[in-house]
């Protein structure tokens, strides 16, 4: 599903997207009004989401759409550059942030990481990341954690599920289930949104 509220953006997108073998645009909405009920009706797998909406912002429609329809993913497309707006976005439920200068295989790519239940973010800025107060907490009292804890916690933070990182690092999905209830207990981080936030001011996860 796609979300602008310019038409000739949704023109194009819809045509490139409609050209990919293993995707179809099913529903476009030019505002938050419009969108929300129609992602009820439609349920879309991914919805391509602009941030600057008329009426509500792309932030506050994709909570609404992630609380109703928790297994619909959402990547934003925007002009904005900050990473304020990133976090926002993932703080809200996105699994995906590019920009709307990126080449087209970017975006098929951030389509098909979200459609996998993976994080794709691009590009990396040099300017700090605002992170969550807790985030920096915990990441200024150096929380020591184990190589294989990091290793999970990246794998964590991409999407991958406890069984595919078991899968991953050759484990009993039960280690990884431990593993993971003790990252939560020495970083008090619970959402996915908080994990990446962590991964990536560790250098765990590469935005790119």
Not at 72 to 77: A, G, N, P, S, W
């Amino acid at each position: 599903m796609l979300v602008d509220d310019h038409a000739v953006v949704r023109s194009g997108l819809a045509m490139l997207i409609n050209a990919q073998p293993d995707m179809k645009v099913i529903a476009e909405a030019a505002s938050g009004e419009e969108a929300f009920p129609l992602a009820l009706e439609t349920e879309p797998d991914v919805i391509l989401m602009d941030l600057n909406l008329p009426g509500e912002n792309g932030i506050a429609l994709t909570g609404r759409i992630k609380n109703a329809l928790p297994n619909t993913e959402i990547v934003v497309l925007t002009m904005l550059e900050d990473r304020h707006s990133m976090y926002q976005a993932l703080k809200a439920g996105a699994s995906g942030f590019i920009r709307k200068s990126a080449e087209d295989l970017d975006v098929m790519t951030a389509i098909r990481a979200a459609a996998r239940g993976g994080i794709y973010l691009y590009p990396a800025e040099e300017k700090p990341w605002p992170f969550d107060e807790k985030a920096e907490e915990n990441h200024d009292r150096n929380v020591h954690l184990t190589r294989r804890e990091q290793e999970i916690l990246a794998l964590v933070a991409k999407g991958h599920s406890n069984k595919e990182i078991a899968d991953m690092l050759h484990l009993s999905v039960k280690t990884v289930e431990t593993h993971r209830s003790n990252l939560i207990g020495k970083l008090q981080l619970r959402t996915r949104a908080e994990l990446v936030e962590y991964a990536i001011r560790s250098g765990l996860l590469t935005v790119e």
